[in-house]
Structure formats: C-alpha cells, structure tokens
C-alpha cells in the first residue's frame, strides 16, 4: 500500500531562513508527486508537482522540489521563507493506475519576522 | 467564478441529526472527491466519482452517503451524527483522462462540520 512520511511535524524560522521540509513515500511502482499548502483558515493549493522529466521541479512563490528516485524522496525547499508562508505544507502521491491521491501528515511552518 | 464550491462553510449539529453537504465545480471536470481533514490535520480520502459514478469508497461508515446527481456536484451525505465525525470535509475534482494518467486535483474551501 502506498504510504507518505513528513518527518517535520512542526517548523519554526525567521524570515529569510532557508527551508527544506522532507517527505518521502513507500510506492514500487511509477509515482506522481505533490506539494500543498493551506494558509490558515484556506483551503489546499497546489504549490508543484512531479510527474515525469526534470526531477528538479519549480512550483508557485519560489518554491521548488526534488525528486529522488533512489531515496523515495521528495523534498521541498525554498531559499528564504517569508512570513507569508506560514501554513501547513502536505505532500501527497498517487501511483498505479488510481486517482486515488495519498496525503501526507502535515508539516506546520510558522515564519517569524 | 469560484472553481470548487462547497456549501455551507460552517456547520454546527447536535448528535444523531442528519446533515448535508454540498459540492460544485465549474471546470467540466468529470471526477470529484471527498476528503476529511481530522483536528490533526491528516487528510484522508473517503469516495471518488467519475462520471457520477462511485470509483473510491474508503471504508467509511455507511452512515456516509455520497450523492452525485450530475458530474458538476458530489452531495455528501451523513446520518445519524457522532462526535467523531467533527472534522472539515474538502470537496475536490480533476479531469479523469484514462487510467494510469492522472491529473491534479483541485480542492474546495472546506466545511468545518462540528458535531455537539
């Protein structure tokens, strides 16, 4: 069964800190991969995604994500965080022949200024 | 010429009541989801449609019944209340392509069901 780790439950930085925030997932077969965000009291958006290509993938508000075939892994970043992108940040996948998408937990980033 | 709409926003019930709750889309999408997002945050799929008809049904309680009256809305139904179903119910579609190419889901603004 598929499954998605967020190791980071809860982050905390100052502005302009560099941010990376881990997921990983358990899936054999070719997978689709996504970032989420929520701001408070919204609803999900899509920050990126990766389907096939590039495994270095650009998302929205300077947000980017890599791709890691041999490390399950899909982790996102960003240079220099903004008090702007306090939310909750949920990676997802889906995989095989489904739509069926698989959430992660969760990761709360709270930027301070 | 909002993409996703769920209706209501909010919704306060006692225990043991049935309520309802709705969802629109406008993007000609032809396959809708319901997720709950539990006090943790951890979003969990309950059903998918497409085409109105029913595709994911993730051992949820038969106390949830899902209602899709035309491939624009996913009604979401639920009878008799319990205090664990308190959660916010997100409403979600894509475009189904064919199977094994998948396409990205867009989610409604939720509704934070709480139950007395």
């Keep these: 069964a598929q499954s998605v780790s967020q190791h980071n439950h809860h982050v905390i930085l100052s502005e302009a800190a560099s941010l990376e925030l881990g997921c990983n997932y358990s899936y054999g077969g070719t997978v689709n991969l996504f970032w989420y965000v929520q701001y408070p009291g919204q609803h999900l958006q899509l920050l990126l995604k990766y389907f096939s290509g590039d495994p270095l993938v650009k998302g929205i508000k300077g947000f980017e994500a890599e791709f890691i075939k041999s490390k399950f892994s899909f982790n996102l970043r960003k240079p220099s965080v903004q008090w702007s992108d306090t939310a909750e940040y949920f990676c997802a996948v889906n995989g095989g022949n489904t739509d069926k998408l698989i959430f992660g937990t969760g990761t709360r980033l709270q930027v301070f200024p | ?102 396409n990205e889901q867009f989610f409604g603004p939720g509704t934070r069901l709480t139950v007395l």
Aim: charged residues 20%; aromatic residues 12%.
């Design chain 2, 1 to 102: 010429d909002t993409a996703v709409s769920q209706t209501p926003k909010y919704l306060v019930t006692q225990m043991g009541n049935d309520k309802s709750i709705k969802c629109e889309q406008n993007l000609g999408h032809d396959t809708m989801y319901w997720y709950k997002q539990d006090s943790k945050k951890f979003l969990k799929i309950m059903f998918s449609y497409n085409n109105k008809e029913l595709i994911i049904n993730e051992t949820v309680p038969n106390r949830f019944s899902p209602k899709s009256p035309d491939k624009a809305h996913l009604n979401l139904h639920i009878n008799s209340l319990e205090l664990g179903d308190s959660a916010v119910y997100f409403c979600a579609s894509s475009q189904w392509l064919q199977a094994s190419i998948y």
